[in-house]
């Protein structure tokens, strides 16, 4: 565990996986009933922030040890008032609603991955009981973690699937849960770019793990499959080719940089943490693929150790690069392949350590 650790956290409500930057975008572009889908969920975005403000930071939530498994999945029968009527706990048999088992699935698979891989204990390192509510809002077009628990929205059938469906979105969004723990990283400009690439890599790391992928074999699309047909675009992110992922009439074109010379400066996205993430995704798809393998083995836990014991709450990309790289050495030894696979993908994305 980071040696430092804070009662509140500092980070505010992370938005969801569906940044406000596209929902702006759907509501220029798209039809009037894309438009009043997009603009209810900034509104409902909106107030669930506003309520945070009033209530203060998240505290984080103490749990009763456990190495047991536990998951909770609640419905919300298209309301906001959560987490709505408990409908399966953990060990129940599976349920007749596709979304309360892919969300229920989906938290045990990420759940063990931090277990299997990193020896964590749950979001919390604690035991923390990983609760989800499904069928949030009436088509709500997002997932999120509001610091306590997981959100789906059913996504309106028009441009976006259910938020449950993509496995490697259940894995980013609890990340967020997992950096709140830890490096507590600030929600803007880089340290918040950061914030959200760290989920992308668990995230996606969760998604291979499952499908059994190797690194020169995975897709490294986040979100694949989020979509409906009628959307150009395959996934939300590409980590393998940032900027590629969609190019959409309605949804606008994915504006993520893969290397720091395309770096955006923005006073939208919070700094661009949604845009500019693409330059650290990239750089460990690039190491990822240099080490070889199964990319949670190695890559992986050389990320989740920086993020647990290196990483400060306004880290920079450069410190994220410079702690990788120290962590592959004392994992691996210094000049090791892996160390130097490290030290290069950072450098192929324009920041050298």
Not at 8 to 34: C, F, H, W, Y
Not at 79 to 105: C, F, K, M, W
Not at 114 to 120: L, Q
């Amino acid at each position: 565990m980071s040696p430092i650790r804070n009662i509140i956290s500092r980070n505010p409500l992370v938005e969801g996986i569906i940044p406000q930057e596209m929902l702006k975008a759907i509501a220029k572009n798209g039809t009037d009933a894309q438009r009043d889908m997009a603009l209810h969920s900034l509104s409902l975005s909106g107030f669930i922030r506003g309520q945070r403000s009033v209530l203060g930071p998240v505290a984080f939530i103490t749990a009763t040890p456990s190495s047991q498994k536990c998951r909770k999945v609640y419905d919300e029968h298209n309301t906001t008032d959560l987490p709505g009527d408990l409908v399966r706990n953990e060990g129940d048999p599976a349920s007749a609603d596709i979304a309360v088992n892919e969300a229920y699935d989906g938290a045990g698979a990420t759940r063990d991955f931090y277990k299997d891989i990193f020896d964590r204990n749950s979001i919390d390192d604690k035991g923390m009981c990983i609760v989800s509510s499904v069928h949030y809002d009436q088509n709500y077009d997002n997932a999120f973690w509001d610091g306590k628990q997981m959100v789906y929205g059913d996504g309106d059938g028009d441009l976006f699937n259910s938020f449950t469906h993509c496995i490697d979105v259940i894995g980013h969004e609890l990340t967020h849960g997992v950096t709140q723990y830890e490096a507590d990283l600030v929600y803007n400009n880089q340290p918040g770019a950061l914030n959200e690439s760290f989920s992308d890599v668990m995230g996606i790391l969760v998604k291979q793990r499952v499908l059994g992928q190797t690194a020169d074999k995975a897709d490294w699309l986040i979100g694949e499959g989020l979509f409906t047909p009628k959307v150009k675009g395959v996934a939300l992110r590409s980590m393998k080719e940032p900027g590629t992922a969609y190019n959409d009439p309605v949804l606008g074109k994915d504006s993520q940089p893969g290397n720091m010379k395309n770096y955006v400066k923005t006073t939208s996205d919070s700094g661009g943490v949604h845009i500019n993430s693409g330059i650290p995704n990239h750089a460990f798809y690039l190491a990822a693929v240099a080490i070889g393998g199964n990319a949670w083995e190695k890559a992986g836990k050389i990320w989740y150790i920086t993020l647990r014991d290196r990483l400060r709450p306004r880290s920079q990309f450069k410190d994220a690069a410079k702690a990788t790289v120290q962590v592959a050495g004392d994992l691996f030894k210094a000049g090791s392949p892996e160390q130097k696979a490290v030290k290069k993908a950072w450098a192929d994305v324009g920041i050298k350590v």
